[in-house]
């Protein structure tokens, strides 16, 4: 294909971007028809602190594959909203790490289904194979892209 007749409904980029904005749209809908107040890239950051608690913030940014600016700022509200909380660190007292208050147990729990019940309508129909075969190949251009870094 020659530069002159590329589309962008040609650009897998394009539909993996696309799938994403209307998913995180969906799933934010989800969570405020359920009445929680919380954004898909909250949730996403939640769920790397349920897996890493007592980390620190920038840790749980390079986890979560955030830059700290957007770290800063989710952790921000979600310390607002009391779902998460800083505790200084034992050993460096100028230091914070990071954990899941009780109440954000308790959302942990409850978004965990809607964003299940998510997943079910996002992929209904693909078998799991394709399911496999998908995370393969993206996981494989991933690889590919951080070898540009």
Same mark, same amino acid.
């Given at each position: ?55 620190? $913030?920038?840790? /749980?940014?390079?986890? +979560?594959?955030? *830059?700290?600016?957007?770290? @800063?700022?989710?952790?921000?509200? %979600? ?25 954000? $147990?308790?959302? /942990?729990?409850?978004? +965990?289904?809607? *964003?299940?019940?998510?997943? @079910?309508?996002?992929?209904?129909? %693909? ?23």
């Amino acid at each position: 294909m020659n530069r002159k007749q590329f589309s962008i409904d040609e650009s897998l980029g394009f539909w993996v971007y696309r799938m994403h904005t209307q998913s995180c749209a969906v799933l934010k809908r989800a969570f405020q028809d359920a009445g929680h107040d919380i954004t898909p890239e909250q949730w996403g950051l939640m769920v790397r602190l349920r897996e890493n608690q007592g980390i620190n $913030q920038s840790r /749980l940014g390079e986890k +979560a594959y955030k *830059d700290r600016h957007n770290t @800063t700022r989710i952790v921000k509200q %979600l310390v607002k909203r009391g779902l998460i909380e800083r505790r200084p660190d034992e050993i460096d007292k100028r230091a914070y790490n990071l954990f899941i208050t009780e109440s954000g $147990q308790v959302a /942990l729990e409850a978004l +965990a289904q809607i *964003d299940f019940n998510h997943y @079910t309508i996002v992929f209904n129909g %693909l078998p799991a194979e394709d399911l496999r075969a998908m995370r393969r190949i993206l996981k494989h251009i991933v690889n590919n892209l951080e070898g540009l870094n």
